[in-house]
């Protein structure tokens, strides 16, 4: 360890990152296995002991485990269930700390996260105890001898074994799957979710280091940042730790922001700092402006002028309210940047991993990156996950994704009592400082459906007048807001209408979630309601067939296979797949079949809602849909699946989400065709209207304008000689702008009579990447080309597309060798699309 600069008074901080070891508690049980909180794990099934392995830190155990080979793949097969022993269990992280080589007056040993239940020593000394993953501990150790080296460990005891105790303390309470994840301040999705697997994990999940440094440091560092017509200020309030010597000593806090400084003297524990940036350029969502971000640095300096701590982030100026006006509609939910309003285009985020500490600053880029190409704009972070790291919200910033910030709670009733209730209260002030000067931050909510869940899931019966979390939701998180980061709108819970006074999850009020269509019905009942903000919905799918084929590789696959099955968590998630299948497709007789319609059904239902809802801008202002991301390979609501593949879903939130969006929708029990556009100019599309055969023969056409103005939404009805006779099996609408395409079957597919697919396929070579052109010969619905068909790596830059009999459409490959001679009979063999269903089949008069 380097000794540095004894004369330098600037804080240092030393990583702790290396030299760690883990170890499991307890001994091997006779006869080869274990037996862990009354738990036993198969025969031969966890051969680590006592005997240590070289641990990352960050990490986490099973992580760990499987790094040493003593552990199989937990996403692979049905190996989740082999490796359940791992959370029932208390494991030991140990590192030894060697001489102290600084003469500052303090050192502390800080971890930034700790997961979860947790004993600290430092030699046989404890010197502290956790028990929540959601925020950081300090633990002064100066006192520990300045030479030799001392015995650092970290035993975790089971979250099983934390939460069931404080269970028992404090009672039982409902929730929506079984287990205890709201008796502790952990991951709630590392319990399993119906979409997750169920792996409880323990670790140092987040960095640790040491810290050494004299006098005083930054303790806390608040940037309020608000703008006033054309002028940016930042309000920063400081807090200081002082050493016992440093007490009452004078300092000076400096702050700098956009080429702006000022300073102040003071000598107590807190300072309030103001600078004024003229001309401030605005921070803007993705499509409406710039992302311009400044550099705020804080410097703090002792009496004789010297720097003892500095602390930097990037700050962005921009205005954010949330309009709750009621009109006559019942109540908004619209977000307002800079005076803008704003429909929100959003996806709901979950981990990108249930091992978190595996997520790298790369993998959200690539992920973020992949939803503002969707067109997205809004990212919430959803209450069942984590408060990701500062790398995430960076990343949102760069970008123009907006962010809504779940705190901590979902799916349960919350006990308010300790020694819970502390907790909470410390980890939502430590997260709404860490991340409130983030630009990208919009909206804090309270919760996810427990509100909602007090009121229908039968909670108020069961809970006979115990705390539920509502004290959290409407009294504790409202007020540590109001207090901290008063900048930002804050909103009890999602779905909330507001008020007692209403239902919960009241469309016409607030935030609505709308998962009724998906468990019972059809996706066609999105179109009989108009929410004020639809903030989860969705469908599901399996994922990718390469990635069902890495994580199942000896299964033969099947929707009811073994491993297809065990990566399905939803209750009756195949039973709703098949449903919703069968209201619109024969049901398919082979896996492949089944996994291309349950792809397309994903796609459709989910443009369903977002087209009939943006239509309906300014009434409904936004959707987020369920769900971005998964965290291991699973059938699920994502649009991008565990192997970071897209499915089918990400390109259709790609058309449905863009700037300008041509749709045929209903208006007063009449076809009509609507123009959405979201994009600064004006839109006036000239429309090209076909009314069409099912054999491709033009049975009517026409011109249309429309006009819609920026931010706004423009609709024309289709004339009466173009709209398809609503029970025929024969004819359809097309309506084509420009790019923009949309297309209305008057009936279902299972009863329209879809001539058989002919196509030529034609496979180029061009640097690299491959361009498929396919050449329609019939009417092609939902052409597909499953790219990584071709090969596991391999991306086709299209999703759906439809083709009218003799249009083309080229597809560009990357990450697939094509081979000169199969080229083209791979790429058939890798295409799907829309058939004749057994129904339309009965149908001999129609003409192909």
Partial sequence: MTVANEADPLKRLIPLTGGWTLRREGS????????????????????????????????????????????????????????????????????????????????????????????????????????????????DITDRPASGSTALAVRFTSAYTEAESVREQLGARPNAYPEPFQFIRKMACS?????????????????????????????????????????????????????ASGTGRPLV??????????????????????????????????????????DCVVTLHDESGAVIDRWSRRVG??????????????????????????????????????????????????????????????????????????????????????????????????????????????????????????????????????????????????????????????????????????????WAGSPWSGSWDRHPNDPAHGTTHSWEVWNRTDYTDYLAEVPRFVAEFGWQAPPAYATLRRALP??????????????????????????????????????????????????????????HWRSHWPVCAGTIVWQLNDCWPVTSWAAVDGDARLKPLWYELRRVYADRLLTVQTRQGRLAVVAVNQSAEAWQPDVRLRRMSAGGEVL??????????????????????????????????????????????????RDFAYPAPRYDVEVIRRGDRTDVVVTAGTLLRDLLLQADRLAPAARADQGLLTLLPGESATIAVRGWEAPDASAASEVRAALRTMEQTSLAQERTDVPV
């Fill in 554 to 611: 000896d299964e033969e696959l099947a929707p009811d296979s073994p491993g297809v099955l065990h990566h399905q968590k939803a209750a009756d998630g195949n039973g709703k797949l098949e449903r919703g299948l069968a209201r619109h497709f024969a049901l398919p007789g082979d896996f492949d079949r089944w996994h291309y319609l349950t792809q397309v059904n994903q796609a459709r239902a989910v443009a369903t809602g977002i087209e």
């Fill in 317 to 490: 100026f921009r205005t954010v309210a949330l309009d709750t006006s009621p009109d006559e509609h019942g109540t908004g939910f619209t977000l307002v940047i800079n005076g803008e309003r704003i429909f929100a285009r959003g996806v709901n985020w979950i981990p990108d991993d249930v091992f978190p500490s595996r997520i790298s600053p790369r993998r959200y880029r690539e992920r973020l990156t992949q939803a503002a190409e969707a067109g997205v704009d809004l990212v919430r972070v959803w209450g069942g996950g984590i408060y990701e790291s500062d790398d995430f919200y960076d990343v949102c910033d760069e970008l123009g994704l907006m962010v809504w910030q779940d705190f901590l709670f979902a799916c349960a009733a919350y006990p308010e009592e300790q020694p819970l209730r502390s907790e909470i209260e410390a980890e939502a002030r430590e997260n709404v400082t860490r991340l409130m000067p983030h630009a990208s931050l919009v909206l804090w909510n309270g919760n996810n459906e427990n509100l909602w869940g007090f009121r229908d899931w039968g909670w108020e019966q069961r809970l006979a007048g115990a705390s539920w979390g509502e004290g959290y939701y409407l009294g504790l998180l409202p007020r540590v807001v109001a207090e901290t980061d008063p900048t930002r709108p804050y």
């Fill in 28 to 139: 091997p049980a006779p006869g080869g296995s274990q037996a862990v909180g009354g738990y036993r794990a198969p025969e031969g099934s966890e051969p680590v002991g006592t005997s240590p392995i070289p641990a990352q830190v960050p990490g986490c155990v099973h992580t760990d485990l499987l790094a040493a080979g003593l552990i199989p793949d937990p996403f692979l097969g049905r190996n989740e269930d082999e490796v359940a022993w791992v959370g029932r269990a208390d494991w030991t992280y140990e590192t030894r700390l060697g001489p102290r080589p600084t003469a500052h007056e303090r050192t502390d040993l800080v971890f930034d996260g700790l997961d979860t239940a947790s004993e600290i020593s430092l030699g046989a000394e404890v010197i502290g105890r956790t028990r929540n993953m959601h925020r950081g501990y300090r633990f």
């Fill in 700 to 749: 009517a056409e026409t011109g249309i304008m429309l006009s819609a103005h920026s931010r706004g939404v423009a609709h024309v009805p289709v004339p009466g000689e173009l709209v398809p006779d609503a029970t025929s099996a024969r004819e359809f609408l097309v309506a084509d702008a420009g790019t923009s395409r949309a297309v209305h079957f008057p009936v279902r597919d």
């Fill in 191 to 243: 319990f399993g979710w119906d979409w997750g697997p169920t792996l409880v994990t323990a670790g140092i999940w987040r960095p640790v280091r040491l810290e050494h440094w004299s006098t005083a440091r930054l303790a806390r560092v608040r940037p309020e940042v608000t703008v006033d017509g054309t002028t940016g200020r930042v309000d920063v309030h400081v807090e200081v730790e002082r050493t």
């Fill in 253 to 294: 806090a400096e702050v700098q922001v956009g080429g702006r400084r000022a300073s102040l003297g003071f000598d107590g524990a807190s300072a309030t700092l103001a600078v004024t940036v003229p001309d401030a350029d605005l921070w803007w969502p993705r499509g409406y402006g710039r992302q311009p971000l400044h």
